[in-house]
């Protein structure tokens, strides 16, 4: 049983929330509002939540969140062709987006779906979420679980045509919003998934995939430009034998952002890469915290987290390889590593290994530090200028993790986004 002061905490989150019974929803829905009152929601105190305060993002009502006007910056992805998807403020905007049924895939809406008898998303909804609480709680996902109304449902069965873009739009400063996706791929299927937009002043989002044998995933979001916005996302992959599960994340701006991912590679030789760039400035504080579980043998991982910090901006990485005593031929690596550009911000780090295999290739490091002087010399001495000296061994230093996004015009324009901040942002 809760204890009060938890359990009056969660009454009052839940308090404004609908929670809508029945259906082939309901059997989770109410699965996952059993264990949130169980788990209560998270607390500074938790192991997982020491260097980041959850207060913001259990507060009764969702802090308030000015939109933003990114000016003359066209949107980021605009130059791929894509099947856009958007969403405003959590509300499903038809006008603007393309006909899902020119995807060449299998999409459904969570809303209309969950008003239909069965749906192949029953086997998933909520499912790697529940798995994924199991070492640790995750008391916002089960809490996305029980309410989410609304996001997307994709199956598929063959190579996607064009990336499926989910752009999500902020207009309301108050906005509070859950959005819940399931994603399917089956034996041999590929898909890549594109993510932008901030979404709401508060935003609580949960992606479910599940991977057959031999699927292949792309996942690459950017995280919007809005200086007030919070959010909380979660991503739960389960990966069969021989399936491949690349996501990277761009994110600039925000007071807070907490992005978790929990990866289990079931399947022999499987593969999830998982990587991210953060650049903060003034009242930032990003945490990724990463749990990835080898099962099957002869699989890869690899996490690559780089964040550049300055004015007291905070990054937080929590990052862990667990290896079952099955998974022998083992490949896991980890990196996590800030640039500091001033002496007033912060990176805190927990990196994990714990390894019950005896046949495994297993590393993990973490460092902080400030611009290799002796570099800027370097390029000074050549004639560049301070500051372009200072874009281009921030660029350097963000390299690896954007080298993990294997479609090079989406990388090309990440690198694009990442010089205009650095610009917007000198001195």
């Known amino acids: ?49 020491r ?15 000015a939109t933003f006007d990114a000016g003359d910056e066209p949107p980021v992805f605009d130059g791929i062709d894509r099947l856009k998807l958007v969403f405003v403020d959590g509300v499903f905007d038809a006008a603007a987006s393309d006909d899902p049924a020119l995807a060449g895939v299998e999409i459904d809406r969570l809303s209309t779906a969950a008003l239909t008898d069965i749906h192949w998303a029953r086997e998933l909804y909520g499912v ?4 994924g609480q199991n070492p640790v709680a995750r008391p916002l996902a089960a809490l996305n679980t029980a309410f ?18 989910l752009i999500y739009t902020h207009a309301s400063e108050t906005s509070d919003v859950a959005l819940h996706h399931c994603i399917r791929l089956e ?10 937009g901030p979404a709401a002043a508060r935003f609580n989002k949960v992606m479910e995939v ?24 979660h991503v739960f992959a389960r990966l069969a034998e021989g399936a491949r599960f690349k996501s ?5 701006n925000g007071v807070l952002t907490r992005n978790e991912v929990v990866i289990e590679l079931l399947g022999n030789e499987a593969s999830a890469h998982v990587a991210g760039a953060a650049v903060g400035d003034g009242q930032f504080h990003h945490d990724d915290t990463v749990f990835i579980t080898h099962e099957g043998r002869g699989c890869e991982s690899r996490q690559v987290f780089k964040k550049v910090l300055k004015n007291g901006a905070v990054g937080v990485f929590q990052g862990k390889i667990l290896v079952r005593q099955t998974a022998q031929k083992t490949d896991g690596y980890q990196i996590s590593q800030s640039l500091m550009l001033d002496e007033d911000s912060q990176f805190l780090a927990k990196p994990e290994l714990e390894i019950y295999a005896d046949d495994v290739k297993c590393s993990h490091g973490s460092t902080s530090g400030a611009i290799d002087e002796t570099a800027l010399f370097y390029l000074r001495a050549r004639g560049v200028p301070e500051k372009a000296a200072q874009s281009l061994l921030v660029l350097a230093f ?15 324009d990440i690198r694009q986004r990442l010089e205009n901040w650095l610009s917007r942002h000198e001195g």
């Open 248 to 252: 990277f994340t761009l994110t600039a």
């Open 148 to 165: 989410a109304t609304e996001g997307v449902l994709i199956r598929v069965t063959g190579r996607a045509e064009r990336p499926i873009s």
């Open 1 to 49: 049983m809760l204890p009060k002061a938890r359990a009056d905490v969660l009454s009052a989150r839940i308090a404004g929330l609908s929670f809508v019974p029945g259906g082939w929803l309901g059997a989770a829905r109410e699965d996952a509002l059993s264990r949130l009152g169980m788990m209560g929601l998270p607390a500074r105190r938790d192991e997982y939540w």
């Open 187 to 196: 034996a041999g299927a590929e898909l890549t998934v594109l993510e932008n």
């Open 210 to 233: 599940d991977l057959a044998e031999g699927a292949r995933f792309h996942h690459i979001r950017a995280q919007g430009r809005d200086h007030e916005r919070r959010a909380a996302t």
């Open 128 to 131: 790697l979420e529940a798995r």
């Open 398 to 412: 963000l390299a690896e993790a954007i080298q993990e996004i294997a479609d090079e015009a989406i990388a090309e």
């Open 51 to 65: 260097y980041t305060d959850p207060a913001d993002l259990i507060a009764a009502a969702a802090p308030a969140a």
